[in-house]
């Protein structure tokens, strides 16, 4: 080899072995020696070196961990397995009826393996070959987002492994408090909306699109499952296994010889949980053996041989310092306490939700109130009680405003509902909630337009409603404070090419009441555009399967509001795809297929196997026709059967129909 070649080989190797040793003391000694700047420096020197001597490269090179080129959009994984949730504990009762429950189920006595839970996001990692292929969410459970590529950023996740057969690794990708906290001070400094929790952290960032931002976010992972070809015998195995091959398993585990000894591991780490540098919110408790897990099976929603033991909300006690009161997409009045900032669960809290005005004067909560404030898992903590023995008499009772705090519009109370609302439908409020829902990734999915250049625009006039985006030149988002030329232009740009976006995500944009995500794909299945959806009346409409009465009316008065016809020909007016393109996009692997149940089945009831199939994307419908593909026949079936006979309709056990679903029980 020439010696200058040499050289070069000489310098890369040394530029792995540091880049590995600094990896090692970030991520398994808690101990960074370099910035993180100094860090990217050596990544970005090695990543030259590599595109210009590729013979030097290594396959399991750091530099595949920074993160490729920004992507579209996630493609949706069908999982294999579905990712099934986990029943809830909440006391030693409950756990000692779980161990009962199998105990009967089995005729015996069961072994158990306890592990920390983990207050991250469930990912399944898929290697073939030894080699990371795919890397999901847990999504719906049957369905995730293809999140590979932020994957790959997880330092500890490993890239490559020297088991050869196929296995699926199950896991939580989890942020550390500190890497948490670090994060959130740097949102605020940028006047950003810092992060609620840890978990929140973590789902945030693997859902970004840019994989480079997703390095730096210093994500980790423990696995806690693993399918491989030939599995060990036990939970407990599996995981020492996994060890053996390199993935990070959380210490704290232990085997449980009995309930008890499961009931004593929980009340320790009850008490310990805030020692350690992440965050957990329970524990997990498997039954150790694979084949009385096999034996157990599971219900549709969750296997019988697993349960959380959920450790009690953490609570603390702060003052009110004042209730505001935010304006909705809708116009419902949210108040929302803003507290003498304090520490709960692992995080600095200084809002907590009221829920609304009712449920103040239920606690009777006034402004100078020590109360205390709860954090039960969701992301913003809520107030649970007032300590009245402590009240000065400088507390102020909070009345229900007499006009909208934003655009001072008289404030309403429909009688049947808690809420009160802001019915001015230009209050601007209401105008910058309704063009964020608008812009957001499930509806038009304007990359680039945050709250911030929202709430801008419409202050500064620019825009009165969402069709007004339209209309946006580059040399008017200049205006706008931190608006570079290039970002304005690729903003324009974005707005430009959502116009294209599919029927069923436009009718989510516009944001009616009660029409979610499905029922707008519902919608976009049954009506060719826009037009047909404003003719048709509330009868028609709440015929259609899952959209129901309530929908179908809130339909019908969105369209019945002249300001939002006018508001759809502006949208047209400026070139807005308002109807479906293509045909009918295929979703599951049933779309299309009819099917009818007749008979009791054994592991579901009819509703959720309803639920299970439409999923898939098949129809299901109450009676027998020619139309029929399929009728599913459950014992002591009905008349549907013998007309299925005579018309020639195919019928099947619920066996074939799991087989063809493909879902284990
Ligand atoms: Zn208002």
Redesign the pocket.
Known sequence: MERNKEKIKQKMDELYRLINYYDEKYYIEDNPVISDEEYDKLVHQLIELEQQYPEFARPDSPTKRVGGKPIEQFKTVVHEKPMLSIDNTYNEEEIKEFDNRLKRLLGRAVEYFCELKIDGVAVSLIYEQGILTVGATRGDGFRGDDVTENIRTVRDIPLSISYRGKLEVRGEVYMQKKDFERLNSEKIKNNEEPFANPRNATAGSLKLLDPREVSRRHLRFFAYGGFFEQNPPTQEEILKTLEEYGFPVNPHRRFARNIQEVIDFCHEWESKRNQLPYAIDGIVIKVNSLRDQEILGATSKSPRWMVAYKFPAEQATTIIKDVIVQ?GRT?ILTPVAILEPVHLAGTIVSRASLHNFDEIKRLDVRINDRVFVEKAGEIIPKVVKVIKDVRKGNEIIINPPKT?P????PVTRDPDEVAYR?Q?AS????IKERIIHFASRRAMNIQGLGEKIVNNLVDSNLVKDFADLYDLKPEQLEQIERMGEISSRKLVENIQASKNAPFANIIYALGIRHIGERASEVLAENFSDIDEIIRADEQKLASIAEIGPVAARSIREFFDNPANIELIKKLKKAGVSLKQTGPVEKKGKLSGMRFVITGTLKNFTREEMKTELKKLGARVSESVSKETDYLIVGENPGSKLEKARKLGVKTISEEEVLKMIKREI
Do not use: F, K, M
């Open positions: 304006v116009g909208c934003v655009c001072g519009t802001c001015n209050c601007p409020a209401q």
